[in-house]
């Protein structure tokens, strides 16, 4: 089992950054893919980054590449997502998830567990 929760949403303005938090509980081991979602009202939830626990590389969706950046923090089994240069269009409950599997997942479907997602707002 794990369990996940995030943290770190808000109100900001368009242009400034933002710093979410998942601190996992559980298992985190090995290659399990970590990864980070949105969802906007009347959209389907979109994927944004993967990484996994002992890997140094995270993919990004290309609607946030150079923008977004994931990392962890094995020591402290938590997972952060480092959010710049906000755009209104970024408003959206953001989750993380865990796939129980080695390399890198791309769907929502791929994951077994996510935390209950913070809001994130961005204003014009």
């Known amino acids: 089992q794990m369990q996940l929760v995030e943290s770190g949403g808000g109100l900001v303005q368009a242009g400034d950054s933002l710093r979410l938090s998942c601190a996992v509980s559980?298992?985190?081991?090995?290659?399990?893919?970590m990864g980070w979602f949105r969802q906007a009202p009347g959209k389907e939830r979109e994927f944004l980054a993967v990484?996994?626990?002992?890997?140094?590389?995270?993919r990004y969706a290309d609607s946030v590449k150079g923008r977004f950046t994931a990392s962890r923090d094995n020591a402290k089994n938590t997972m952060y997502l480092q959010m710049n240069k906000l755009k209104p269009e970024d408003t959206a409950t953001y989750y993380c998830?865990?796939?129980?599997?080695?390399?890198?997942?791309?769907?929502?479907?791929?994951?077994?567990?996510w935390g209950q997602g913070t809001q994130v707002t961005v204003s014009s």
């Open positions: 990484l996994t626990w002992s890997g140094d590389t995270a």
């Open positions: 998830a865990a796939c129980v599997g080695s390399g890198y997942y791309y769907t929502a479907r791929s994951y077994d567990y």
């Open positions: 559980g298992r985190t081991y090995g290659n399990d893919a």
